[in-house]
T-cell receptor, first 116, second 116 residues
Framework: DAGVIQSPRHEVTEMGQEVTLRCKPISGHNSLFWYRQTMMRGLELLIYFNNNVPIDDSGMPEDRFSAKMPNASFSTLKIQPSEPRDSAVYFC??????????????FGEGSRLTVL | AQTVTQSQPEMSVQEAETVTLSCTYDTSESDYYLFWYKQPPSRQMILVIRQEAYKQQNATENRFSVNFQKAAKSFSLKISDSQLGDAAMYFCAYRRRAGGSEKLVFGKGTKLTVNP
């Protein structure tokens, strides 16, 4: 079975440019999470969706960040305009919401973003 | 809000020896999951072991076992017969059970070095 698929794996961009990160969750999973990992702050939840609906976006740093989930098999995280402090690894994860679920999140390989 | 604390930023162990990584958490909930995730240099987040709070028996997965002390809100990971491939960042994580769609809260991580 395919796992969570993220693209791109690496992105290098200049300050002020728009960045779009993409995620395809595991088929059948109905919860999707975006996390950001930095040395200073560790793993932070940015936003998560249940059944394509955003549930908690309190971790989104500011208006420059936005996330969408137009359908059950695709989500995007957009940064516009990007700044050097946005440099981090961004993880997408998915899980299955049902009775008897194991509760674990399945992670993609992450997108490493570098903003110059 | 739930918090997860890993008090050991770094640990080291000799190959074939045993090491224990510490984790404490804070919650007012009674039903939840606890996890240990491993992140090797490849940055992939890999589930090591899972514990459901209602289960009194400590979870075990081959060389990995936990010591779950619910009253003390402690969840330590023991790695027996350490191998070079165990070298990685280890993250303790908490997830409220409520419907299985809640976010995962991570500790800051412990970097484990395995010496040959």
């Amino acid at each position: 079975d395919a796992g969570v698929i993220q693209s791109p794996r690496h992105e290098v961009t200049e300050m002020g440019q728009e960045v779009t990160l993409r995620c395809k969750p595991i088929s059948g999973h109905n919860s999707l999470f975006w996390y950001r990992q930095t040395m200073m702050r560790g793993l932070e939840l940015l936003i998560y969706f249940n059944n394509n609906v955003p549930i908690d976006d309190s971790g989104m740093p500011e208006d420059r960040f936005s996330a969408k989930m137009p359908n059950a098999s695709f989500s995007t995280l957009k940064i516009q305009p990007s700044e050097p402090r946005d440099s981090a690894v961004y993880f997408c994860a998915s899980s299955q919401r049902r009775t008897g679920s194991t509760g674990e999140l399945f992670f993609g390989e992450g997108s490493r973003l570098t903003v110059l | 809000a739930q918090t997860v604390t890993q008090s050991q930023p770094e640990m080291s162990v000799q190959e074939a020896e045993t090491v224990t990584l510490s984790c404490t958490y804070d919650t007012s909930e009674s039903d939840y999951y606890l996890f240990w995730y491993k992140q090797p240099p490849s940055r992939q987040m890999i589930l090591v072991i899972r514990q459901e709070a209602y289960k009194q028996q400590n979870a075990t997965e081959n060389r990995f076992s936990v010591n779950f002390q619910k009253a003390a809100k402690s969840f330590s990971l023991k790695i027996s017969d350490s191998q070079l491939g165990d070298a990685a960042m280890y993250f303790c994580a908490y997830r409220r059970r409520a419907g299985g769609s809640e976010k995962l809260v991570f500790g800051k991580g412990t970097k484990l070095t395995v010496n040959p």
